[in-house]
C-alpha cells in the first residue's frame, strides 16, 4: 500500500512539472525561437573605416527586435531567429546612416556577412558652409560620403537648407564672424531658419567661433554679453578667452561614445588662441560629451524646440517612408532603430513609441564643440570623435 501511495505521489510530480512547461521549447505557447548566428564587420562606405558602435538587428514575423552592437573594431556577431530575415545596420537614430542586407540564418551556424555588404550607407543630405580653420567636410569626404557646401547666403533661404538632414557650420565660415558686416549678430533670418529647421528635425554641428550662429555676437564682444541668436543665454554662452595649449587627459563622457571610439580618454592639441570656451551651460538641456575634469568641451543636445516655429517638412526621412521610434525589447531594455512606416501598427501593438528613447522632442541634435579638425595639422584622436559625430547626427 506504502508503495502504491509512492508511486501516485512520483506521478503527481511529473503531472505538475509538466503542466508548469518547464522548458519554454517544449511549451506550444511560447516556443524557444529556433536560431543561428549572423557575424561580420561594420565599415564606412569607404570600406576602410570600421564603424564601432553602430546597432545591427533583425526583426521576426512577431515584430520581435534582435539586436546587438558592433565593437570599436567594427566586429558583430548576432543571434537571430532561422529563416530568411533583413539585416538592419544603423548608426544615431538611424534616419542619416543606415544599410539593410537580406541574410539566410541557418539553425546552429554562422553565417557571416561580407565587408562589401556591411557597408553603412548614406541617407542624409549633407551641407556645409565653409569655414578658415576647420573643414568637417574633409572627415566626410575621407569616410566615403558626400556633402554639399552651401554659402552663408544660402542659410537665408529656408527653401534651401530644407532640403538637407544635417548642416555643418565650421569655424570661420566665409562672410562670417570677422567680415564686420555680414555676419549672424545683425542677420536675424539666419537665427529664425536654424531655429526651424532644427524644431523639424534637422541637425547641426558647430565648432568653435561657429558659436555666433548659437547665441550671436560678433569679433569684439563675449558671446555671453550679446544675445542674438536662437538659444537663450541661460542655455550656453562663451567667453574668447582660450589659449593656444595641450589639455592633457580629457575624458569622453559619454559611454556609448567612448565604446564606439575603443577610448576614453585622450590629449586634445587647442592650437590657435582666442577660441570660444563654453562659459555657462545649462546641464539639463546639453549632455556633455567631452571634457577636461569640469570644462565641457564637446556638448550635444536634442531638447531644442522653438513652439512658434512653423511645421515644415525638412530632409529626406519622409521620401524615404521611414520613422524613428523606441522600441521595447523583451529584457526590458529600450532601443531606438528607424523602421519603415508600414510597420508601425505592429510595433505600436507592442507599445513602442514614436521618436528616439533619449529625446523629449522631435527636433534635430545641435552639436557644439570647442575642438575641431584643422586645414593643416594632425588632429589625432579627435579625429575618431568627429567620424563619431557625423554618422551619429
Known amino acids: 500500500m506504502k508503495q502504491n501511495y509512492l508511486f501516485i505521489v512520483l506521478c503527481s510530480l511529473v503531472l505538475l512539472v509538466n503542466c508548469k512547461g518547464g522548458d519554454d521549447s517544449v511549451n506550444p505557447e511560447n516556443p524557444k525561437p529556433v536560431t543561428g548566428i549572423v557575424e561580420g564587420k561594420v565599415f564606412a562606405k569607404n570600406g576602410t573605416k570600421p564603424i564601432g558602435g553602430a546597432i ?24 537571430a531567429p532561422e529563416g530568411n530575415t533583413t539585416l538592419h545596420i544603423q548608426t544615431g537614430n538611424g534616419l542619416n546612416f543606415r544599410t539593410e542586407i537580406p541574410v539566410t540564418v541557418k539553425k546552429d ?20 558652409v565653409e569655414g578658415s580653420y576647420d573643414e568637417i567636410e574633409s572627415i566626410i569626404t575621407s569616410l566615403g560620403y558626400t556633402a554639399t557646401e552651401i554659402s552663408y547666403q544660402d542659410l537665408k533661404n529656408f527653401n534651401t537648407i ?32 536654424l531655429s526651424t529647421f532644427i524644431t523639424n528635425g534637422g541637425s547641426i554641428y558647430t565648432s568653435d567661433w561657429a558659436a555666433a550662429y548659437l547665441v550671436g555676437g560678433d569679433k569684439n564682444a563675449p558671446y555671453c554679453g550679446i544675445y542674438g541668436g536662437f538659444l537663450d543665454l541661460t ?22 561614445m567612448a565604446s564606439a571610439i575603443g577610448f576614453s580618454t585622450l590629449d586634445i592639441q587647442y592650437d590657435q588662441p582666442l577660441w570660444q570656451k563654453i562659459q555657462h551651460y545649462d546641464p539639463s538641456f546639453w549632455e556633455v560629451l567631452v571634457q577636461k575634469d569640469n570644462e565641457p568641451l564637446m556638448i550635444r543636445t536634442n531638447k531644442y524646440v522653438n513652439t512658434t516655429a512653423p511645421k515644415i517638412p525638412v530632409g529626406t526621412s519622409l521620401n524615404n517612408n521611414q520613422m524613428t521610434i523606441c522600441h521595447h525589447t523583451a529584457n526590458g531594455n529600450n532601443i531606438t532603430i528607424t523602421i519603415n512606416q508600414n510597420a508601425w501598427n505592429a510595433h505600436q501593438a507592442h507599445g513602442d513609441y514614436v521618436g528616439s528613447c533619449s529625446a523629449t522632442t522631435s527636433s534635430g541634435n545641435i552639436y557644439y564643440t570647442t575642438f575641431h579638425n584643422h586645414a593643416s595639422g594632425n588632429i589625432g584622436k579627435a579625429g575618431p570623435i568627429l567620424e563619431y559625430v557625423i554618422l551619429n547626427l
Not at 526583426?59 to 567594427?74: C, F, L
Not at 557571416?112 to 556591411?118: G, H, I, L, M, R
Open 56 to 79: 545591427v538587428f533583425t526583426i521576426d514575423s512577431k515584430n520581435q527586435v534582435y539586436h546587438t552592437y558592433s565593437d570599436a573594431d567594427g566586429t558583430f556577431s548576432l543571434t
Open 109 to 128: 551556424e554562422t553565417t557571416n556577412v561580407t565587408s562589401k555588404d556591411s557597408k553603412l550607407n548614406q541617407i542624409a543630405k549633407i551641407a556645409y
Open 162 to 193: 530644407s532640403q538637407y538632414d544635417i548642416i555643418f557650420l565650421n569655424c570661420g565660415s566665409r562672410n562670417f564672424a570677422y567680415s564686420g558686416t555680414n555676419t549672424p549678430s545683425n542677420d536675424l533670418s539666419i537665427f529664425s531658419n
Open 235 to 256: 542655455k550656453i554662452c562663451f567667453n574668447t578667452n582660450g589659449n593656444s595649449a595641450m589639455y592633457n587627459n580629457c575624458s569622453v563622457s559619454n559611454a556609448a
